[in-house]
Nanobody, 115 residues
Framework: QVQLVESGGGLVQAGSSLRLSCEVF????????IGWYRQVPSRSRELVAR???????NYVEDVRGRFALFKDTAKNSVDLQMDHLKAASTAVYSC?????????WGRGTQVTVST
């Protein structure tokens, strides 16, 4: 069974950086299929970063240019580098299949950005 373990969140000031890590345990079709989601209270999870079918990273508009998606095959992880964080970035970040989140959800990692 696939297990996803997220880490790297924290409380930071606006303008700071964080690097989130999604470690993948178990058999998956490939790290390219893993994306990062965010969720704020009273809203559903939103996919914010994923790899395209060609392997290029894609982002939602409000994080483009500030977030970067990486694969670490040595760690079997998909990392999300978050720069120039804004208060609007505050959310619980989780990872799962980008095309359809069928794996069991991990606990996520809380990112809180203060102004």
């Amino acid at each position: 069974q696939v297990q996803l373990v997220e880490s790297g969140g924290g409380l930071v000031q606006a303008g700071s950086s964080l690097r989130l890590s999604c470690e993948v345990f178990g058999s998956v079709s490939g790290l390219d299929g893993i994306g990062w989601y965010r969720q704020v209270p009273s809203r559903s999870r939103e996919l914010v970063a994923r790899f395209s079918i060609l392997g290029d990273p894609n982002y939602v508009e409000d994080v483009r240019g500030r977030f970067a998606l990486f694969k670490d095959t040595a760690k079997n992880s998909v990392d999300l580098q978050m720069d120039h964080l804004k208060a609007a970035s505050t959310a619980v970040y989780s990872c799962n299949r980008a095309s359809c989140p069928l794996y069991p959800w991990g606990r996520g990692t809380q990112v809180t950005v203060s102004t």
